[in-house]
């Protein structure tokens, strides 16, 4: 019997090598190399240059959409008019970047970019964590236009998850602040 029970034991203990743990798996995500083209819609104020990958929809004279099919994001635009009230509208937009503060880890300092040539001022503010809406931007002339966007993602807004498409579309964002042009 023991001689039974030892040979069993002496099977099953000699496996082999001691198992080594496997390095954990890095989802590797590639997204085409940036191409740019120009965007206008003529019930809009301003053009600018967008991916040939992000597809706009203009829903009125006031709110558009700029989606990105392939990575399930979409930036949430709305254009309002300056009638003295710039600050209120900055305000507002600020709300909705603080708003994000439950879930986020954190916010970026944000960047701002200034073309007093063609009187683009802008600001993005980017917020770190697992907050819904991880970018948000605000670009205006100073005096009578007034554009505010918030992107978000057609998922559960896991930071590590969102943080290859969310570069990708920074990238893409700082483009488009920078080709903005507004129409007479």
């Not at 082999?16 to 190399?33: I, M, N, T």
């Not at 236009?145 to 579309?169: A, C, H, M, Q, W």
């Amino acid at each position: 019997m023991f001689w039974l029970l030892g040979g069993l034991l002496s099977l099953t203990a000699c496996g082999g090598d001691e198992p080594v743990p496997k390095p954990r798996a890095q989802l590797r995500l590639e997204y085409p190399p940036p191409a740019y083209e120009n965007f206008h819609d003529p019930r809009l104020p301003f053009s600018f240059e967008k991916s040939v990958y992000a597809r706009v929809q203009v829903k009125s004279d006031s709110t558009f959409d700029i989606a990105y099919p392939q990575m399930n994001a979409r930036f949430y635009c709305t254009y309002a008019p300056v009638r003295g009230n710039l600050r209120q509208l900055l305000a507002d937009a600020d709300k909705l970047t603080y708003k994000h503060a439950i879930k986020a880890e954190g916010f970026a300092p944000p960047k701002i970019f200034e073309n007093p040539k063609n009187r683009v001022f802008a600001r993005l503010n980017r917020v770190t964590g697992n907050a819904a809406s991880p970018l948000q931007f605000v670009i205006t002339d100073s005096t009578a236009r007034f554009v505010t966007g918030s992107l978000y993602f057609r998922s559960v807004p896991n930071y590590d998850s969102i943080r290859p498409p969310l570069e990708y579309l920074t990238r893409d964002l700082v483009h488009m602040i920078e080709s903005w042009r507004w129409e007479n």
